[in-house]
């Protein structure tokens, strides 16, 4: 059977470059490194590494299995993680960010109590609806709707069938009339997001299997999505919302929901990251605690 320290020590090859050098990091002898290797290639039945005097690289067969070894041991890092969870207490520093609506208007009260509940853990909260605050700015983690732009980001589903859905306030409805169908959103004001500069004023809809796709007007825009709900409570206009931004307004009754017969666009809540390493304890107990809270919202 394939050790893991066998694995360990040939991931730590190819990212140093020599064998000495990953020998060194896992406080290995040469000899010992080198029988490591050995006994690999033996069990695998191939070459890993092209070797000379001066230098190393991997094989187009090594560099197949390295990717699967990465993965194998990142799942036992994970699951190192999920055990230590379990039974560690939560501490440190938690960098989060969230979008401006739904962090301040559903978030930030569920937050508190996931703080009230690991009294040791810091947590530093950051409101924006950029996806690209995940490089650039320091965060662990973001709480972001939609599918993650690139692959390269680590996305874990919280709400994955959530939805947007169009809305109004009653007393925009009984001032400018009810739209019956997408296409009538052409005679109303609607209120739009924008996002690094882009104006999301093309609305998409489906129903029986087709897509119809409206350019809607207005005479209010913003970039924050939670300023977008105040106008629409207001009776500004029409708004696109994701259905978790607005779920208590429509169970309330301070916004009523249009066109129900089409489905809005996918809006999927996930929690992304640009590291695997990023998904500390902290992390997985906050994502737990978050699909709880989000499918009692729904409930409700």
């Not at 039945?45 to 690289?57: A, E, H, K, P, Y």
């Not at 983690?141 to 919280?158: E, F, K, N, V």
């Amino acid at each position: 059977m394939t050790s893991l320290r066998d694995l360990e020590l040939f991931v730590s090859t190819a990212d140093a470059g020599s064998l000495s050098a990953a020998a060194r990091r896992l406080d290995l002898t040469p000899a010992a490194a080198s029988a490591s290797l050995k006994r690999l290639e033996s069990e695998l039945g191939i070459q890993l590494f092209v070797r000379s005097t001066r230098s190393q690289r991997l094989t187009q067969q090594g560099e197949v299995y390295l990717e699967h070894c990465r993965q194998a041991l990142q799942l036992l890092a994970d699951g190192r993680q999920a055990l230590a969870a379990g039974h560690s207490v939560i501490s440190g520093l938690l960098q989060l960010s969230v979008p401006s609506d739904l962090g301040r208007n559903i978030l930030l009260p569920w937050l508190d109590e996931f703080q009230a509940r690991h009294p040791a853990l810091q947590m530093r909260l950051q409101f924006s609806d950029r996806i690209a605050d995940v490089y650039s700015q320091p965060v662990d983690i973001a709480l972001r709707y939609g599918r993650p732009p690139d692959s390269s980001l680590i996305a874990l589903p919280i709400a994955p069938d959530s939805r947007r859905v169009l809305c109004a306030a009653p007393a925009y409805l009984q001032r400018c009339g009810t739209p019956r169908t997408p296409a009538e959103l052409v005679d109303h004001n609607c209120l739009s997001f924008a996002l690094a500069g882009l104006i999301h004023d093309r609305w998409r809809f489906h129903r029986d299997g087709r897509e119809e796709t409206i350019q809607v007007r207005g005479n209010r825009v913003s970039d924050d999505g939670d300023i977008v709900r105040r106008w629409a409570l207001a009776g500004h206009g029409i708004a696109y919302k994701s259905r978790l931004d607005v779920i208590r307004e429509l169970q309330a009754g301070s916004l009523i929901a249009l066109c129900t017969e089409w489905q809005g666009e996918p809006a999927p809540l996930n929690l992304m990251c640009a590291d695997r390493r990023q998904l500390s304890p902290a992390v997985q107990l906050l994502r737990e605690f978050l699909l709880e809270r989000i499918a009692g919202l729904s409930r409700a």
